[in-house]
Structure formats: C-alpha cells, structure tokens
C-alpha cells in the first residue's frame, strides 16, 4: 500500500527530472542555433552573428 508522502516524492521527482531534462533542452537548442564561432586563426570566441572575427578579421563562416 502506497502512502500518500510516497505518491508526492514520486510526483516531485518526476517533476526534478522534467525540469532537468527541460533546462539542458533549452540550452542544447539555444547552443545549437546561436553557435559561437571560435576563430580558427586566433581561437577568439566571436558573438553568435560574427561573419569576421572581432579580433584578427578572419572570416569565420562559408
Ligand atoms: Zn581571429
């Protein structure tokens, strides 16, 4: 027989492990789509929409 405290602690695990798998989704898409290219000349890390980088002006993309 299942107490009542047993049913909450399952429930508010679940609920942990829900909000864990959420939090690392949010980051994985937002990494995923807003990579920050890292200069392959100087390995300066450029803001997500750099087309040069910031430091030396080597093109980061294409
Ligand atoms: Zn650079």
């Known amino acids: 027989m299942?107490?009542?405290a047993d049913i909450l602690a399952m429930r508010s695990a679940t609920y942990y492990w829900i909000g864990v798998f959420v939090v690392s989704l949010v980051v994985f898409v937002t990494a995923a789509?807003?990579?920050n290219p890292?200069?392959?000349r100087?390995?300066?890390l450029n803001r997500p929409m750099a087309m040069y980088c910031a430091q030396c002006g080597?093109?980061?993309r294409g």
């Open 42 to 44: 100087c390995k300066e």
């Open 38 to 40: 890292r200069c392959r």
């Open 58 to 60: 080597h093109k980061l």
């Open 2 to 4: 299942t107490e009542l």
């Open 33 to 35: 789509r807003n990579p």
